[in-house]
């Protein structure tokens, strides 16, 4: 059923309309216990909502479209194993990966949880063989080096968290390839050793053009430098749902994780996907992660929609999105751990609600996923943040700080801190013409010049966010942080009545690519082209793009 004909929409319409003469300021003026109304602990994660674009009446209503939409019923059905990715016929299962109760999980009638236990402890002996140095490289030294050859979802999910648990990093180093630019192996491989370093294939459907391009690259490197056949084995293994393609590759059994249909690639770290996280920090750091994501399922399957996390997240975006016009999100992590938060993210949202057709196979009536992006502050500040206090738009935005700092020094935690409340603040308060006009004249202006200059400085503030804040980035901590967004954009998804879980999206690209690689690969241009697409190839081939070219 489209969200735009349901009681809830109408009635959000006209509320809308009764907000927005209101400024956060006065909201804030007026209502001693908004921080306290609007903010909630759970899973180890606090979020202070309250300087959100809403009152009393909001919650209530925009809950009352999650169950008018189904919220509650299609989470059940996710988590109960039913094939909720209509257009691939699949269940969706990443709950299951990290499930540390001892419930069953059921798919067809079949539980799937022995084999996901299977898997974790097959990496747990693996990761503890490499990172004790039981298991060793083709010239019986131990690996120093892990390279994780994937992309998309088999890539910035472990990076991103590889990044993030740094501190935790104390055996190996973790290296990611993922672009098909050669640049991108050949700059890695250019620092390390071929006798001590682990490749490991990671592809769900070891399919994937730049995925194979690049191993088989890795592979011709190795066995040049190692001067065997046999090495291979020694030197990678893989992840896949593809068995049969691994062992095509030549990676021993033994050496291939496997993994599931019913787990999204961009949902896929928990799996073996996440065997370079397991080799970065050890298996039970790895664990660790997986249980603070139980603990925002539980909180997710259980909590009421007022009192939940990712569904509070979830209509408050659609409240921007749909209400108020809003098209971009910021996520603003004041931690450099999280370097790689927002690009793990925009996989996460913007490939999961990226949709302009419902579950009906109609065209949407409304908007659905925003353009996701944003770079830890402070970085942030000195670069995009005019346009978030200034700019005609304005950009709800995430703000995720820890507690602590795992680097405690002299000043700078508190000054990270400070700097990211004070963010929200000015976001929220803005500087009215009168503060700005007294300011000036105490500095001496007056006049004309002090007319010039006062609009120029003069914030409208009453630009929403949200504070999410860790005690710590913990492995635990950090898992609780994903699965909210995972919950967030899947609360999203079913209000919008889109599949969050297909990416029929990527696929129009990669088709026309392998014809143009083949005109490439020919040195022709096909008429088949249109006139924009030949006219680059033909440029393209007059600056000498032939294959092999520098
Ligand atoms: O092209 C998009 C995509 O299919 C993503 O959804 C996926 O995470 C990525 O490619 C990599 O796919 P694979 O793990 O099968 O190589």
Known sequence: MPPTTLPAWQALLAHQREVA?????????????????????????????????????????????????????????????????????????HTALRNRSARPVPVDGQDVMPEV????????????????????????KPYTDVVNIGIGGSDLGPQMVCEALEPYGDRLRAHFVSNVDGAHLARTLKRLDPQTVLFIVASKTFTTQETLANARSARAWLQERLGAESAVGRHFAAVSTNLQATAAFGIPPERVFAFWDWVGGRYSLWSAIGLPIALYIGMDRFEALLAGAHAMDEHFATAPPERNLPVILGLLGVWYIDFWGAGSHAVLPYDQGLLRFAPYLQQLDMESNGK?????????????????????????????????HQGTRWTPADFIVPARSHYPLGEHHAMLLANCLAQTQALMLGKTREQVRAELAAQGLDGDALARLAPHKEFPGNRPSNTIVLPQLTPAALGSL?????????????IWDV????????ELGKQLAGRILDDLRAGTVSPAHDASTAGLLHALTRAGSAPGST
Not at 358 to 375: C, I, L, R, Y
Not at 499 to 506: A, E, H, I, K, P
């Open 117 to 140: 236990r299977r898997v974790l402890a097959q990496m747990r002996e693996f990761a503890e063989g490499v990172r004790s140095g039981a298991l060793r490289g083709h010239t019986g």
């Open 499 to 506: 599949n969050s879980f297909d990416q029929w999206g990527v």
């Open 356 to 388: 302009r057709i419902d579950s009906a196979g109609s065209e949407a009536a409304q908007h659905t996923g925003p353009v996701v992006w944003g770079e830890p502050g402070t970085n942030g500040q000195h670069a995009f943040f005019q346009h978030l």
């Open 21 to 93: 003469p209101l400024h956060l300021r006065d909201l804030f003026a007026r209502d001693p216990q908004r921080f306290d109304r609007f903010s909630l602990e759970a899973a180890g994660l606090f979020l202070d909502y309250s300087k959100n674009l809403i009152t009393a009446q909001t919650l209530p209503l925009l809950c009352r479209l999650a169950q008018e939409a189904g919220v509650t019923r299609k989470r059940d059905a996710m988590l109960a194993g039913e094939r909720i990715n209509f257009t691939e016929n699949r269940a969706v299962l």
């Open 482 to 494: 994903i699965a909210l967004y995972e919950h967030k954009v899947f609360v999203q998804g079913a």
